[in-house]
Structures are given as structure tokens and as C-alpha cells.
């Protein structure tokens, strides 16, 4: 690769120093040095972003007089046409032109002749850089938020379609208790909520604008910096040139949030993965979100539940690898910056995808009522139920309720039969106290109705909290 660059460089830059900064150098640099340096391959993804803060800095300028009119429309007709050519695929990108920025400014010389060398005045790569990131991470947190709002529409729909439905609750992945499915879904519709909040705080404080900090120092040019801010639909400037440059700290927020949820996104991945398997058989993935074995024709795999899992990993990594890199940086920009993007790209891409992939398993998912029922009394659930009611009706103190039934679910287990199979004789000579009554509680149904605090998983709750979550969320 080396040797294809070295060639690559020599003819493309001609043999000469680098056009935007070569003034002092006499030679081309090494091949291996315009490999190293360059991230056109990458940051091509802020041309959108770049022009839209060239534009706003070209106007700027131009209403304080710094441009002409003329000039001014010639560099916003220019960058236009320069997107056009990128979108429809025309423009020719130049390694030896480094980045994005580059790019973009060599091409507008092309188009338009000495005015685009203007543009750059008053400005640098540094806070140029700065700004275009901030605009893409406000976009990945706007898109974010959408797609999560779509998952949660999921989840409530669903939630609302199985608010009785019952199904065993785990702790330890033990069974512990019966639950409602809705209930249950309606958990992660919390979990995206406040995973929601955290991309919009992330959002309230990258929103300053980093343009006109310039290198480093500010400029001496009597620059406008509300205007480039308000016309980019940033809240205000940021308030200090050298921190504006320097730090990176508004993608970590982005990817902190994006590693938080795409733990939420794995774990749903984790019960998409358990529900659906043979043993337990609560849901049935869609034919369109499952696979099939090459090999085994009886498989259903859940695949896109397991890449779900699969991609925490990278969204994660991400936050390490820039956190990794921005520890130890002097103020103010240094050149490891750079590789702030690729592993935000990468991230933003891989929660996209999970968490669309959630909606659309979501959405299609089936649950199997009877299977969930059976499955919601075995391994004695109703148990707690017993106690409790031991306490209730008959003003047993719960520790010694809780050891009378622990002695109850020991018969049964003898027994090999339900807590509800056993005979009222067989519970009145573990504890007297216990009545024909008893019976009711010891149903799933019964269990899920009684837990009716707020918060709990009683059907009527559900279908309470489904219409506050709409409320609350998808307004
Ligand atoms: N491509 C560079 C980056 O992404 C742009 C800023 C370059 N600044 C500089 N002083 N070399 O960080």
C-alpha cells in the first residue's frame, strides 16, 4: 500500500509541497507521511457539515465587509455546486489534500478562481474541524432520539396488546414471581426513555459554536460569532478559543449515552435470544427478523437479536479508544484529534442499525399466551402470594409466614405438583391458620392482579402506565 501511495502522491501532487500549507516546504512528503496523516477517507462524511459552516462564515464575513458581495456569492454558489458533486458522486477526493477541509477549499479554487482563497480568512482547520463535528454529532443525537422514539412506540403498542398476559418474572434467572408481559416490556420502554434524556442532555451542551476560536487564540477580524452560531443553529458561541479547539468532550457524552443504551439494546437482545429458543418457547421471532441453518433445517436463529448483543462491543469501544485518546492531550489542538471520527462513525452506525433492528423484531414479535401462563406458575411463583397472605388474613408476622410456606413449597416439590394442586388438608397440617381462601392468591392470574402498587405489574397498572408512557414519551 505504501509503495501504490508513493506513486499516488508523486504524480497527484506533482511533485511539489502540499498546496494549502507547502509555502515553507520545498519537498512532497513521504508517501507513508500523507498515509498517516491524511483522513479524507473517512471525514468525507462531514462535507455536508463543512460546507454548511463555510457558507455561514463566508456570509459572516461578507456582512461585516470583510468579503465582498461579489465574492460572497461566488463561495456560497461555489460550495453548492461542490455538493452536488459530491452527492451525485462526481468529485474527485485527494488524499494528498489530507482532509475534508482541504478538499473542499482546492475544489472551490478550481471552480471559482482567487475568492476561495479568501474564505479562509479568519478561520482555521481547528475550529473549522470543531464545528463540523458538533454539527454531525448533533445529527447522530437527533436521529438517535427518533429511532429510540420508534422502538418505544414498539414496546408500548405491544405492551398495551399483552397488559394481562402472564408470564414468569426471573430473578438470577430463577423464576421468581408472575409478571405481565406488558409489564415487562414496559421496563425497557423506561430504560429508552432515559437513555433518550441522556442523548438530550448530551445535546443542550454541545450545542455552542466552536467557529471563529481559530487556531487557537481568536482572531484579530472583526468576526460576528453569534451570527455564524445562530445561522448553524447553535444556542450561543462557546465562550473560551482555546477550549473550543481542544476538546472532544461533546462526542464522549454522545458515545457515553450510545454505550448506555446499546447495553439496553444487548439485554433486549439477550431475552429476544432466550424467549425464542426451544426450551422456552415464550416468542417467536418473525420469519423476517430470524435465519436458518445451512445445515440443521429445523433452526430459527435469532441472529439480529444476537448481533444486537454483538454490536454493545464496538459502541463501547468506541467511547474507550477517544477517551483514550483525548487523556493527556496539552491544550490546545494536537493531531491525535483527528482520530476522534472513526470510531464515532463506526458507533453511530452500529446503534442505528440495533436499534432499528429492535423495533422491527419488536414489533413483529409473538408471544405464546398458553406457554407463558404454564411457565408463569411453575417453580413455585405464587409463593411470596402465600406468604403475603398468611400475613393478611391471618396477621402472621412475615418471617414466620415466609417459614411456613418455605415448608409448603418443600411438600410440593416432594410431591412433584403445584402449590395450588395441594390439598387444603395436606396446608392445614403445615400451618392450621390456613383457609379454603388461600386458593385464590395461589393462581397466576390472582398473583399479577393483587400487585397493584405503583409501579407493579398488575394489568390494570400496565394499562395505566401504557397511556402515561405515551404521554410521556412519543407526545
Ligand atoms: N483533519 C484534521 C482533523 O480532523 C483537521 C484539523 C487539522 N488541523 C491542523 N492543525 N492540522 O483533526
Known amino acids: 500500500m505504501g509503495t501504490k501511495n508513493n506513486s499516488d502522491s508523486t504524480d497527484s501532487a506533482g511533485g511539489g509541497s502540499n498546496q494549502m500549507w507547502g509555502g515553507r516546504f520545498a519537498a512532497a512528503p513521504d508517501a507513508l507521511m500523507e498515509r498517516i496523516n491524511a483522513s479524507i477517507g473517512f471525514d468525507k462524511a462531514l462535507y ?10 463566508a456570509r459572516m464575513l461578507g456582512d461585516v465587509g470583510i468579503l465582498s458581495d461579489a465574492d460572497v456569492t461566488a463561495i456560497c454558489d461555489g460550495l453548492a455546486g461542490i455538493r452536488d458533486e459530491i452527492e451525485a ?3 474527485e477526493f485527494k488524499t494528498e489534500l489530507e482532509d475534508i477541509h482541504m478538499n473542499i477549499e482546492a475544489r472551490l479554487t478550481e471552480r471559482i478562481g482567487d475568492a476561495a482563497g479568501r474564505l479562509h480568512t479568519a478561520r482555521s482547520r481547528n475550529d473549522q474541524v470543531a464545528t463540523d463535528f458538533r454539527l454531525w454529532v448533533r445529527d447522530a443525537v437527533d436521529a438517535a432520539d427518533d429511532a429510540l422514539k420508534a422502538l418505544q412506540t414498539a414496546l408500548i403498542d405491544q405492551a398495551e396488546v399483552h397488559a394481562d398476559w402472564v408470564m414468569p418474572g426471573f430473578t438470577h434467572l430463577q423464576a421468581a414471581q408472575p409478571v405481565t408481559a406488558g409489564h415487562h416490556l414496559l421496563a425497557y420502554v423506561e430504560m429508552f426513555g432515559r437513555d433518550r434524556s441522556r442523548f438530550s442532555d448530551a445535546r443542550a451542551r454541545l450545542n455552542e459554536s466552536p467557529l471563529g476560536a481559530g487556531a487557537l487564540a481568536g482572531t484579530g477580524f472583526p468576526i460576528k460569532r453569534d451570527m455564524t452560531a445562530t445561522a448553524l443553529g447553535f444556542d450561543r458561541p462557546t465562550a473560551n478559543s482555546l477550549d473550543s479547539v481542544s476538546d472532544r468532550d461533546f462526542v464522549l457524552e454522545y458515545l457515553a449515552a450510545a454505550a448506555i443504551c446499546a447495553g439496553h439494546l444487548s439485554r433486549l437482545g439477550e431475552e429476544l435470544v432466550i424467549w ?14 430470524s435465519t436458518g441453518s445451512s445445515m440443521m433445517p429445523q433452526k430459527r436463529n435469532p441472529d439480529a437479536a444476537e448481533l444486537i448483543r454483538g454490536k454493545t462491543g464496538r459502541v463501547l469501544g468506541a467511547f474507550v479508544a477517544l477517551s483514550t485518546v483525548m487523556k493527556g492531550l496539552p491544550l490546545a489542538y494536537s493531531k491525535d484529534m483527528q482520530e476522534d471520527k472513526e470510531p464515532v462513525f463506526d458507533a453511530a452506525e452500529a446503534l442505528m442499525v440495533c436499534v432499528a433492528a429492535a423495533t422491527g423484531m419488536i414489533a413483529d414479535l409473538t408471544f405464546d399466551r398458553e406457554r407463558l401462563a404454564a411457565a408463569a406458575g411453575e417453580g413455585f411463583t405464587t409463593a411470596t402470594d402465600l406468604a403475603d397472605w398468611l400475613v393478611r388474613e391471618a396477621g402472621v408476622p412475615f418471617r414466620e409466614s415466609h417459614h411456613i410456606t418455605g415448608r409448603v ?7 412433584g405438583c403445584g402449590l395450588e394442586d ?9 400451618d392450621e391458620r390456613i383457609s379454603n381462601a388461600v386458593f385464590d392468591v395461589l393462581g ?7 400487585r397493584n ?14 397511556i402515561s408512557a405515551r404521554e410521556r414519551f412519543l407526545k
Open 422 to 430: 395441594l390439598a387444603l388438608a395436606e396446608l392445614t397440617a403445615i
Open 453 to 466: 402498587s405503583y409501579g407493579g405489574t398488575a394489568p390494570d397498572n400496565v394499562r395505566a402506565q401504557v
Open 444 to 450: 397466576v392470574d390472582n398473583s399479577v392482579r393483587s
Open 276 to 289: 425464542s429458543s426451544a426450551q422456552f418457547r415464550f416468542a417467536r421471532l418473525s420469519d423476517a427478523f
Open 409 to 415: 413449597v418443600a411438600l410440593a416439590e416432594e410431591k
Open 48 to 57: 455536508a457539515q463543512d460546507i454548511a459552516g463555510s457558507v455561514a462564515h
Open 89 to 91: 458522486g462526481t468529485f
